[in-house]
């Protein structure tokens, strides 16, 4: 146990772009006593085509809401700094950047979600509801990434497509894979990923072309038992 909290589960990503291997993202899963703690560091490198290192800290509540949402994002020299929360039912934002600040505010309803560019926020929505084979969620979504590390609010569809199970460097593992799409796009521009009984992506894929991998977790630990992921 950390002085924060217990750990739930820890791991490394490893992450692709046009099939090359071109970064890592090491994270880890807290309970606190307040809710949960996702934590992570990733850097992608050449060949990507826009080399970059994040660091975050996202808070949330004891039914895996996201509470708050802090990131570090630094591009050569460059550093750019963003802070997300919740206040009031508002999702606000505060973003320095260059010596200057911008902020940013919109409504955040009981059914709207969280994107952030790691799968820990798959993690949290698979937390959130209930899914079967064939079953799907459509909810407004608040997707957050580049430029400005800013909320560009979305409309986002979760299908749960099929079962298996994928083999990973720590054995076989029972699986469900998911198809994420934005209405009215096509599922092809979204993209789709495997996730165990708990919701961590185990790999993931551009559009729905498994040629095709975004990221594939090479190493796992998992922490208490006894503190499980409260809402599986």
């Not at 217990?6 to 992450?15: H, P, T």
């Amino acid at each position: 146990m950390s002085a924060i909290g217990s750990l739930l589960a820890a791991g490394r990503y490893v992450i692709f772009n046009a099939g090359r291997e071109c970064g890592e993202e090491r994270w880890e899963i807290l309970a606190t006593p307040e809710g949960y703690l996702v934590t992570g560091e990733q850097e992608v490198v050449p060949p990507h085509p826009f080399p970059n290192r994040q660091e975050y800290r996202g808070t949330l509540g004891p039914d895996w809401r996201p509470a708050k949402l802090e990131i570090l994002w630094r591009v050569g020299e460059r550093r750019l700094r963003a802070t997300h929360r919740t206040e009031g039912g508002m999702w606000r934002v505060r973003i320095e950047y260059g010596g200057q600040v911008r902020e940013q505010e919109g409504d955040f309803p009981d059914l709207c979600e969280v994107e952030y560019g790691t799968h820990l926020f798959n993690t949290v929505m698979l937390a959130r509801r209930d899914f079967q084979i064939g079953g799907e969620h459509e909810f407004p979504v608040l997707r957050i990434g580049p430029p400005l590390m800013a909320v560009s609010p979305e409309r986002m569809l979760y299908r749960c497509v099929e079962r298996g199970s994928v083999e990973t460097p720590f054995g076989a593992v029972a699986a469900k894979r998911y198809v994420v799409s934005l209405p009215p796009g096509p599922e092809e521009q979204g993209y789709s990923f495997w996730a165990d009984e708990d919701g961590l992506v185990l790999e993931s894929y551009e559009g729905l072309d498994r040629s095709r991998p975004w990221m594939r977790l090479v190493e796992l630990r998992r922490g208490d038992p006894a503190r499980g992921f409260a809402s599986r």
